[in-house]
């Protein structure tokens, strides 16, 4: 019973265009969202979070997008560029922070191509 | 500064010996968690630490594995006696309050 899910275990795009992550979650609990990126033979890396008092967060080329009502977040990358192609896990906590049981989505593997 | 460190990198093991797994956390971080990564079921998180007391362990597969914190400087991780489905990439992670979790590089564990 996956608490989050990203239904999409690949995704390619072109260069300079927009990339969408999406990721949907069970629990009406969580309360802290994030997007980890992770590239063959690394640990995942911290890219973005979102509070659920949040509809939206930005940084750089990196948007995050959380419909609560749809128990729904995204990750919009534009332009994206291929050292962008990585897996990215989507991930989600309750208790008001980062801390605690993170629950990871399965990733999606995002390819740009040049 | 120096992130979360494992070691060893790559392991390989022959079926029912002792897995040694460590890490150490980031220098002033106070959660510490340890996460498997297998093709079928994602990541998925073991156990996590907090001021080096265990938190939550009810992830932890069976008795063949125990993780331990004796300080706040250095974690292991034991599977004993060692199976071919234990093969994966293990993670630790540490973070503090108000901070995402930052990843070690993980162990790459093959029993063959």
């Known amino acids: 019973d996956q608490q989050v899910k990203q239904n999409s275990p690949s995704l390619s795009v072109q260069e300079g265009r927009i990339s969408i992550l999406n990721c949907d979650y069970t629990?009406?609990?969580?309360?802290?969202f994030l997007w980890y990126k992770k590239y063959p033979a690394e640990g995942p890396t911290f890219l973005i979070s979102?509070?659920?008092?949040?509809d939206k967060n930005e940084d750089g080329r990196f948007t995050v997008f959380l419909n609560k009502s749809a128990k729904h977040l995204s990750l919009h990358i534009v332009p994206s560029q291929p050292g962008d192609s990585a897996v990215y896990f989507c991930?989600?906590?309750?208790?008001?922070?980062?801390?605690?049981?993170?629950?990871f989505g399965k990733g999606t593997k995002l390819s740009v191509k040049p | 500064d120096a992130g979360v460190i494992q070691s060893p990198r790559h392991e390989v093991t022959e079926m029912g010996q002792e897995v040694t797994l460590r890490c150490k956390p980031i220098?002033?971080?106070?959660?510490l968690f340890w996460y498997r990564q297998t093709m079928m079921r994602g990541l998925e998180l073991l156990i996590y630490?907090?001021?080096?007391?265990?938190?939550?362990d009810s992830g932890m597969p069976e008795d063949r594995f125990s993780a331990k914190m004796p300080n706040a400087s250095f974690s292991t991780l034991k599977i004993q006696p060692s199976e071919p489905r234990d093969s994966a990439v293990y993670f630790c992670?540490?973070?503090?309050?108000?901070?995402?979790?930052?990843f070690g590089e993980g162990s790459w564990l093959t029993v063959v």
């Open positions: 992670a540490s973070s503090i309050v108000g901070t995402p979790i930052y």
């Open positions: 629990n009406s609990m969580f309360d802290y």
């Open positions: 979102i509070s659920s008092i949040k």
């Open positions: 991930a989600a906590s309750g208790g008001g922070g980062s801390q605690g049981n993170l629950i």
């Open positions: 220098s002033g971080h106070d959660y």
């Open positions: 630490f907090n001021n080096n007391v265990p938190i939550d």
